[in-house]
């Protein structure tokens, strides 16, 4: 039977895969300590319904409780956060579409896909037979039955036909999206002529760079027009722009030579030491190694000092110090080669009667199939494979350590019995375990703390509440500052470290605001909010430059066209005082042709000429205006209608699915206002 760690560690697994989402955040602490008394603040909204603080941190435990991750590290915290954040999308977007589509759940479906019938992923990851890799419906019925008894295992069940649910409408809504993509017969003849042929010829082309700006005038109202009519390409995420400081740590001379020092004390310490291992435990830079490495896991000077009993180091090593003694010296085989049968460490007097059956030669293949508890080597024989001795650790290392070909060892250790036979055994080399004691190159704590005193002058310096005088704290600090922004739903400042609280910070500021100092990896930040959008479209005046070059652009181009004379490339190449120059294998799929570059136009327009020897239209590409003559079309005649039908027909519905539930979630306007709290 699947164990309920196995379903927690699948839990989200449709959610994560299917629904394809960039929205994350996390929670840094429980709803008492966020300082929230009566009021439940806004955190989200989708399809025009509030989620509110206290809907999203019970989801958020209910989560965590069913999927048994933690919020040990940022990683976890940030699938937890996803997965919540997921969870509420499928309640409140993907439920309500899929009910008005008619897309339900049946009994019957449900039946089928736990029975194995219908196929499910969901179903597969949490009950399919590890040794078999086969989904294992026995293990299925006695999980649901013992749902019947036990609540801790009921409530999984119950979220089990949650995702079961989802899965089978999102199967559904697929089909559906599927269905209605159809490759006709026009479409697959053009496919198959894009894919083989490739066309040579001639082009030449007319720079705007080429043209004076000074000769054509962008007005404002031009610049409002295509504003208005493309407005849809300026569609953004609301954001919040601030400028921030960063005050690093760094050690100075004296912190380096202080420490060198130190080091160099400790070192003569360790060497002198008679009871290494204590006097590495003692240290808290201290660690002794688990393994037995070999002469080609050490550096050249550190295997020469350790395999004659001497100190290796103190040396300086990717900006740490580091010094190394040998605790342990054994004589092993390089690499073991190894079979083994796992027993029940209570197994004890099978264990004895199977190595007297070994050593009287009996098979071992044989025996680890019929008691071997490790199903994943015992269908093989008990074949666990060819390991170096410096993989292996107590009890395991000292039994290994002398073998020879054909050996047996019995081992016991965890809460197991392990049966080895040894298959190979290389030439005995020297293995040592290694105690060091390594110091990292760091600021002083009296650096530290003097530069978070100078973070604290600055603070108050710039705590007028303006760019300006938030600038002029700068300039007297000796420091730059960096503009940066955050886009709704980022909870992290891209390149710092650790910033999680930098950017909770600049969700909850207002305009002027400065920030406390922030301890951000090693160094301090102290920040400035400089800039609130909530439009969800870039204002005007923010594009308005690139919106004149693109009006300017157009104007150039057909100035470009109307001075543009002759019948042929070379008396328009002499217009334009240009070079006429060759292109080969320009192909429909291709996004560069060698020349002209990055022209997508330019190749659209080549690719789609079927006529030799004639000169094009004019080409309006991204850098110049475009003029061109095909002088041989190549047929490879690789691909086929049938073929291209497959392949444009599988394209197709990929695309149409990925973005029709991409639709689904836009149309509910999903605002992720999490930031400001978590």
């Given at each position: 039977?699947?164990?309920?760690?196995?379903?927690?560690?699948?839990?989200?697994?449709?959610?994560?895969?299917?629904?394809?989402?960039?929205?994350?955040?996390?929670?840094?602490?429980?709803?008492?300590?966020?300082?929230?008394?009566?009021?439940?603040?806004?955190?989200?909204?989708?399809?025009?319904?509030?989620?509110?603080?206290?809907?999203?941190?019970?989801?958020?435990?209910?989560?965590?409780?069913?999927?048994?991750?933690?919020?040990?590290?940022?990683?976890?915290?940030?699938?937890?956060?996803?997965?919540?954040?997921?969870?509420?999308?499928?309640?409140?977007?993907?439920?309500?579409?899929?009910?008005?589509?008619?897309?339900?759940?049946?009994?019957?479906?449900?039946?089928?896909?736990?029975?194995?019938?219908?196929?499910?992923?969901?179903?597969?990851?949490?009950?399919?037979?590890?040794?078999?890799?086969?989904?294992?419906?026995?293990?299925?019925?006695?999980?649901?039955?013992?749902?019947?008894?036990?609540?801790?295992?009921?409530?999984?069940?119950?979220?089990?036909?949650?995702?079961?649910?989802?899965?089978?409408?999102?199967?559904?809504?697929?089909?559906?999206?599927?269905?209605?993509?159809?490759?006709?017969?026009?479409?697959?003849?053009?496919?198959?002529?894009?894919?083989?042929?490739?066309?040579?010829?001639?082009?030449?082309?007319?720079?705007?760079?080429?043209?004076?700006?000074?000769?054509?005038?962008?007005?404002?109202?031009?610049?409002?027009?295509?504003?208005?009519?493309?407005?849809?390409?300026?569609?953004?995420?609301?954001?919040?722009?601030?400028?921030?400081?960063?005050?690093?740590?760094?050690?100075?001379?004296?912190?380096?030579?202080?420490?060198?020092?130190?080091?160099?004390?400790?070192?003569?310490?360790?060497?002198?030491?008679?009871?290494?291992?204590?006097?590495?435990?003692?240290?808290?830079?201290?660690?002794?190694?688990?393994?037995?490495?070999?002469a080609a896991q050490l550096n050249g000077e550190e295997q020469a000092a350790l395999w004659a009993g001497k100190t290796y180091?103190?040396?300086?090593?990717?900006?740490?110090?580091?010094?190394?003694?040998?605790?342990?010296?054994?004589?092993?085989?390089?690499?073991?080669?190894?079979?083994?049968?796992?027993?029940?460490?209570?197994?004890?007097?099978?264990?004895?009667?199977?190595?007297?059956?070994?050593?009287?030669?009996?098979?071992?293949?044989?025996?680890?199939?019929?008691?071997?508890?490790?199903?994943?080597?015992?269908?093989?024989?008990?074949?666990?494979?060819?390991?170096?001795?410096?993989?292996?650790?107590?009890?395991?290392?000292?039994?290994?350590?002398?073998?020879?070909?054909?050996?047996?060892?019995?081992?016991?250790?965890?809460?197991?019995?392990?049966?080895?036979?040894?298959?190979?055994?290389?030439?005995?080399?020297?293995?040592?375990?290694?105690?060091?004691?390594?110091?990292?190159?760091?600021?002083?704590?009296?650096?530290?703390?003097?530069?978070?005193?100078?973070?604290?002058?600055?603070?108050?310096?710039?705590?007028?509440?303006?760019?300006?005088?938030?600038?002029?704290?700068?300039?007297?600090?000796?420091?730059?500052?960096?503009?940066?922004?955050?886009?709704?739903?980022?909870?992290?400042?891209?390149?710092?470290?650790?910033?999680?609280?930098?950017?909770?910070?600049?969700?909850?500021?207002?305009?002027?605001?400065?920030?406390?100092?922030?301890?951000?990896?090693?160094?301090?930040?102290?920040?400035?909010?400089?800039?609130?959008?909530?439009?969800?479209?870039?204002?005007?005046?923010?594009?308005?430059?690139?919106?004149?070059?693109?009006?300017?652009?157009?104007?150039?181009?057909?100035?470009?066209?109307?001075?543009?004379?002759?019948?042929?490339?070379?008396?328009?190449?002499?217009?334009?005082?240009?070079?006429?120059?060759?292109?080969?294998?320009?192909?429909?799929?291709?996004?560069?042709?060698?020349?002209?570059?990055?022209?997508?136009?330019?190749?659209?327009?080549?690719?789609?000429?079927?006529?030799?020897?004639?000169?094009?239209?004019?080409?309006?590409?991204?850098?110049?205006?475009?003029?061109?003559?095909?002088?041989?079309v190549k047929d490879a005649a690789t691909q086929t209608v049938e073929a291209e039908q497959v392949r444009a027909q599988a394209?197709?519905?990929?695309?149409?699915?990925?973005?029709?539930?991409?639709?689904?979630?836009?149309?509910?306007?999903?605002?992720?206002?999490?930031?400001?709290?978590?």
């Amino acid at each position: 039977m699947a164990s309920l760690n196995t379903l927690r560690t699948k839990f989200g697994i449709v959610l994560s895969i299917v629904i394809a989402l960039a929205l994350l955040a996390f929670i840094l602490s429980l709803k008492t300590e966020m300082g929230f008394t009566g009021n439940d603040p806004k955190v989200g909204v989708m399809n025009g319904e509030n989620v509110n603080y206290s809907e999203y941190y019970n989801r958020y435990e209910q989560v965590k409780a069913q999927s048994g991750m933690t919020e040990s590290d940022e990683q976890q915290s940030a699938m937890l956060a996803n997965a919540t954040w997921q969870s509420l999308i499928a309640e409140k977007v993907l439920d309500p579409a899929f009910e008005q589509m008619g897309l339900f759940f049946t009994n019957e479906e449900k039946m089928a896909m736990l029975s194995g019938e219908q196929f499910s992923q969901t179903l597969y990851n949490a009950f399919a037979d590890p040794a078999t890799g086969l989904y294992n419906v026995e293990a299925v019925n006695q999980f649901m039955t013992e749902a019947q008894t036990n609540p801790e295992v009921r409530a999984a069940y119950s979220q089990l036909l949650e995702q079961l649910r989802l899965e089978s409408q999102l199967q559904k809504f697929a089909g559906l999206v599927k269905g209605g993509v159809n490759i006709n017969p026009l479409e697959a003849a053009q496919g198959v002529k894009a894919a083989n042929e490739t066309r040579n010829g001639k082009w030449v082309v007319k720079r705007y760079a080429q043209v004076p700006d000074s000769l054509f005038t962008v007005s404002d109202s031009e610049i409002s027009a295509y504003y208005k009519a493309h407005k849809a390409n300026y569609k953004q995420l609301p954001s919040r722009s601030f400028s921030y400081v960063l005050f690093e740590v760094m050690p100075t001379g004296e912190d380096l030579r202080n420490l060198e020092n130190k080091v160099t004390q400790v070192g003569e310490e360790f060497a002198a030491a008679a009871d290494v291992k204590a006097f590495t435990r003692a240290n808290s830079y201290g660690s002794i190694s688990e393994n037995y490495l070999s002469a080609a896991q050490l550096n050249g000077e550190e295997q020469a000092a350790l395999w004659a009993g001497k100190t290796y180091g103190p040396v300086m090593q990717n900006n740490e110090w580091t010094m190394a003694r040998a605790l342990d010296t054994k004589m092993a085989p390089d690499s073991i080669g190894i079979r083994h049968i796992v027993l029940p460490y209570t197994e004890t007097a099978l264990a004895d009667s199977l190595m007297t059956v070994l050593r009287a030669g009996g098979n071992f293949g044989e025996l680890a199939a019929q008691y071997s508890l490790m199903t994943q080597t015992a269908v093989n024989g008990g074949e666990v494979g060819v390991m170096p001795f410096s993989a292996f650790t107590g009890e395991f290392a000292e039994k290994l350590a002398g073998v020879k070909k054909g050996d047996l060892v019995q081992i016991a250790a965890g809460d197991a019995i392990q049966l080895m036979q040894i298959y190979r055994a290389d030439k005995p080399s020297k293995h040592v375990k290694v105690a060091s004691i390594t110091y990292p190159v760091e600021a002083s704590a009296e650096t530290r703390r003097s530069v978070h005193s100078t973070a604290g002058t600055f603070t108050v310096n710039a705590e007028k509440g303006s760019l300006e005088a938030f600038n002029a704290a700068a300039t007297t600090a000796a420091v730059t500052p960096r503009i940066a922004k955050l886009m709704q739903g980022e909870r992290m400042v891209r390149g710092l470290e650790d910033s999680r609280e930098v950017a909770r910070w600049v969700y909850g500021a207002e305009l002027g605001d400065v920030s406390e100092i922030f301890k951000v990896g090693d160094d301090y930040v102290v920040a400035i909010l400089t800039g609130i959008d909530d439009e969800h479209y870039t204002a005007q005046e923010n594009v308005a430059a690139s919106i004149r070059q693109q009006l300017l652009r157009d104007k150039k181009y057909e100035y470009i066209v109307s001075q543009a004379k002759g019948a042929t490339l070379e008396e328009i190449a002499a217009g334009f005082e240009a070079e006429v120059a060759d292109f080969t294998d320009a192909a429909y799929g291709a996004y560069y042709l060698s020349g002209p570059g990055l022209e997508p136009r330019l190749i659209g327009a080549i690719a789609s000429t079927s006529e030799t020897g004639k000169v094009s239209a004019p080409v309006k590409g991204m850098s110049g205006v475009f003029y061109f003559q095909v002088d041989e079309v190549k047929d490879a005649a690789t691909q086929t209608v049938e073929a291209e039908q497959v392949r444009a027909q599988a394209t197709q519905e990929s695309f149409a699915t990925q973005y029709a539930l991409q639709a689904v979630q836009e149309m509910a306007e999903i605002e992720d206002l999490r930031g400001k709290y978590f």
